[in-house]
């Protein structure tokens, strides 16, 4: 397999990795991106973090059949766990699961003293993403890119960030769209939002609805809704 096999979604996640970097894919699922980026000669190693045994096994088996296991390592790990000192790691990929799984997995490996703070990282969360971006925001991390695609009838967002000496506040807003994605403004991105729009205006119909109407929430989704339509106006 080579980098043009990949689907958008991991193509869009690789083009975000430094040529010659030593990389960590966390819930490496057949170990797809790795392989490609090493077949493509932009990788020098990798990790591959798997903490179920059957995507790990398909992992192995990926990694065995393109005949890289001398440049990728695959690790029966959670999380970050899966990352050694001597791996002298710069980059870690993780994507394709929820933003707070991915912001728990960060805040785990930050504990127990497996992400130094100076990786690039290069998250790829399918729902949530505003709790990465929560989570990056605390921990002074500073958001260098965002993209949005589409593919097979979903969007996915790519945030990439890097712990910066200064603290960039972002506001509840660039919280919610991704600073970046806001300031561009794309067709896919105009697109996510008018679905979101629509979802959530069933949503808080539903709640209105209700013998007891949750307050909290409804007001939650009233702010979230002012903030959409503002989005797509402007
Ligand atoms: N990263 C690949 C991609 O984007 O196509 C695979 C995505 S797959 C939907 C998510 C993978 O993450 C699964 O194989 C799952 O077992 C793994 N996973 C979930 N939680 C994990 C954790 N805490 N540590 C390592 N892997 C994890």
């Not at 980059?91 to 690039?120: C, F, H, W």
Request: glycine share 8%.
């Amino acid at each position: 397999m080579n980098e043009q096999e990949l689907s958008q979604r991991l193509t869009v996640v690789g083009n975000a990795v430094p040529k010659g970097a030593r990389l960590a894919d966390i819930g490496s699922d057949h170990a797809y991106l790795p392989v490609a980026l090493m077949l493509a000669g932009k990788i020098s190693y990798a990790v591959c973090g798997e903490v179920v045994k059957g995507p790990f096994h398909s992992a192995q088996k990926q990694v065995a059949k393109s005949g890289l296991n001398n440049q990728i390592v695959v690790r029966l790990a959670d999380g970050l766990a899966a990352i050694e000192a001597a791996d002298e790691i710069d980059t870690i990929t993780i994507a394709g699961m929820g933003g707070t799984l991915i912001a728990s997995i960060l805040e785990d490996g930050k504990i127990n003293g497996q992400l130094s703070g100076k990786e690039r990282l290069v998250l790829q969360p399918n729902v949530g993403e505003q709790n990465v971006r929560r989570w990056l925001q605390k921990e002074g991390y500073e958001i260098l890119t965002e993209s949005i695609l589409a593919e097979n009838d979903k969007i996915y967002e790519v945030i990439v960030a890097k712990k910066t000496a200064v603290k960039k506040e972002l506001s509840p807003i660039e919280i919610f769209f991704g600073p970046h994605l806001l300031a561009e403004k794309n067709s896919v991105f105009l697109k996510k939002w008018r679905q979101e729009q629509q979802a959530l205006e069933k949503v808080l119909g539903q709640l209105q609805k209700a013998k007891v109407v949750p307050e909290k929430k409804v007001n939650e989704i009233k702010q979230e809704l002012a903030w959409i339509k503002e989005a797509l106006t402007c």
